[in-house]
Nanobody
Framework: QVQLVESGGGLVQAGGSLRLSCAASGRTFSRYTMGWFRQAPGKEREFVAAIRWSGGSTYYADSVKGRFTISRDNAKNTVNLQMNSLKPEDTAVYYC?????????????????WGQGTQVTVSS
């Protein structure tokens, strides 16, 4: 069982940066693929980024490629999302998710564990 707690959200102006963190409990964290998703009001939850348990492969949605960077520290049981050049359309609740495998999926329903979410608001 893995429990996830996100932090680092907030209000930022367009063009600014935020760093989200996800702290995971559980001894097998290193064997989970970790993902970040987001959900804006009235919209479906969408894939943002993911990183395989080995940490060597990362995947991004086209909308954030080149601006966001996902990373993980298996020794500290954390996964981070560095968000640069933020845009108003990045405004959403951001969720950390975990899947007990080394495969990456962009579909939210394939992730087994979820955090409570953290709000990111980008003002224009």
């Amino acid at each position: 069982q893995v429990q996830l707690v996100e932090s680092g959200g907030g209000l930022v102006q367009a063009g600014g940066s935020l760093r989200l963190s996800c702290a995971a409990s559980g001894r097998t964290f290193s064997r989970y693929t970790m993902g970040w998703f987001r959900q804006a009001p009235g919209k479906e939850r969408e894939f943002v980024a993911a990183i395989r348990w080995s940490g060597g492969s990362t995947y991004y949605a086209d909308s954030v490629k080149g601006r966001f960077t996902i990373s993980r520290d298996n020794a500290k049981n954390t996964v981070n999302l560095q968000m640069n050049s933020l845009k108003p359309e990045d405004t959403a609740v951001y969720y950390c998710a975990a899947r007990p495998s080394d495969s990456v999926y962009v579909d939210a329903y394939k992730y087994d564990h979820w955090g409570q979410g953290t709000q990111v608001t980008v003002s224009s």
